[in-house]
């Protein structure tokens, strides 16, 4: 049970990692009233009244960010998942949203099916979870990654449309995607979400084919951006990211198959990458246990063994890339697994800077969560030892977690053991 209405805190002895920088940070003390930070000082804070914590010597750290998320995504098998009432979708989405805060995650963006109610109950309290950033419903061309109707499935393609249980919809056509942008727009969207290129999960979608024609996608991008938001784009192939980038496209999911010359054209533009390796591990291992049909379980390691080299590549070209997850139903708890799995080939920092200032940028949250500072959500985890030694201290279940914080309300605490 979280707290009503948070006190005023002085958190003290303990060492800062916000992925800044290679070693921790020492001799700091943080103010926090109400739901935010409002002092952060090498000195001693002078806060007669606040109750003071003492980390005793643990790691302290902004909450985490997950940046590619599906909480409605109850079973690897999606279309299933699109066909189940929105009330037992919602219903099965609770434990999800609470593993992940429960995990030290504080923020999260879903790309595709979380709904404005489903952000509102989490914002009321009445689901406990990450703050929630949506994009509605991923938009997906007739027979594109997200279009779960199969071969002889005659079905209306707007059947999904209402659905929460459907990651996203169909629309075909430069007016019919600038329809369905204004529509999820207005339905709460806080950026839009397309599927450019082929998936994993979908049946009738090579992982290179190419999804939406350049005019569908530079429409989409335009509707966006009048509506003074960002398009992100789930994306494998070079040719497809190139032609993202080159629509205006800003956030890359995936790009496992991204070559050396565009990611440095992407970072030229301005965009940013989301990779998600961890998913395709588990899918791997477990994805046809839980539902992921065989067609797709056999287009897997397409994408999956390009994934470490992907990183490097990206890195090398400037091309920053932010901390997504992609998993699904039953793989939901892998989520902190990709601090390992990045950490094989980047330096430890960075895959946390990843997960805190890189993630608030492409959220477009810079100064409110993915840093200590005055100004920021009090969103902060401590940890057991330090991430930048051993980065499994952030893995399991909140393990080595002994205090989450959210938003200045306490959600775990056993500093006292």
């Not at 950033?133 to 199969?150: E, F, M, P, W």
């Not at 005659?154 to 329809?179: F, K, P, W």
Request: charged share 25%; glycine share 10%; hydrophobic share 40%.
């Amino acid at each position: 049970m979280t707290e009503r209405t948070p006190p005023t805190r002085l958190l003290k002895n303990f060492r800062l990692v916000d992925g800044s920088a290679a070693e921790p940070r020492d001799g700091l003390q943080v103010l926090i009233e109400g739901d935010r930070i409002v002092q952060v000082a090498e000195t001693a804070i002078e806060a007669p009244h606040a109750e003071v914590i003492d980390l005793g010597g643990r790691t302290l750290m902004p909450g985490l960010i997950d940046c590619h998320v599906h909480v409605i995504a109850t079973t690897a098998d999606l279309g299933a998942n699109a066909l189940l009432p929105d009330a037992l979708v919602a219903a099965r989405a609770t434990p999800i949203l609470k593993g992940m805060l429960e995990r030290g995650f504080t923020t999260v963006r879903d790309v595709g099916g979380a709904d404005r109610a489903i952000q509102q109950a989490v914002a009321e309290g009445y689901f406990v979870g990450p703050r929630l950033v949506i994009c509605g419903k991923a938009l997906s061309q007739t027979g594109g990654h997200n279009d779960y109707r199969g071969f002889f499935d005659e079905r209306d393609d707007q059947y999904q449309t209402r659905r929460l249980g459907s990651m996203g919809r169909i629309c075909d056509g430069v007016e019919a995607v600038r329809r369905a942008v204004r529509q999820e727009i207005k339905g709460g969207a806080q950026f839009i979400k397309v599927m450019a290129n082929g998936g994993v999960s979908s049946p009738s979608d090579p992982i290179d084919f190419l999804s939406f024609s350049r005019a569908e996608l530079e429409t989409i991008v335009e509707e966006a951006s009048n509506a003074q938001t960002y398009v992100s784009a789930h994306l494998y192939t070079d040719e497809a990211i190139r032609r993202a980038v080159e629509a205006g496209v800003r956030s890359l999911e995936h790009c496992n198959l991204i070559t050396a010359e565009t990611a440095r054209f992407a970072a030229e533009r301005g965009a940013m990458a989301c990779p998600t390796l961890v998913t395709y591990e588990r899918l791997k291992l477990e994805g046809a246990e839980y539902g992921l049909k065989p067609e797709s379980v056999a287009k897997i390691d397409d994408v999956r063994l390009a994934g470490l080299e992907s990183l490097v590549t990206m890195r090398e070209a400037g091309l920053e890339m932010a901390y997504g997850t992609d998993l699904l139903g039953e793989m939901h708890p892998h989520q902190s697994d990709e601090f390992v799995i990045r950490a094989q080939v980047l330096p430890p920092h960075e895959v946390i800077r990843s997960a805190t200032a890189t993630a608030a940028k492409l959220l477009r949250m810079e100064g409110e969560v993915g840093c200590i500072a005055p100004g920021a959500y009090a969103d902060l985890i401590v940890v057991d030892g330090n991430p930048l030694e051993d980065m499994r201290l952030l893995t399991g279940q909140g393990d080595h977690l002994a205090l989450i914080m959210q938003g200045g309300r306490v959600i775990k605490e056993r500093l006292s053991r």
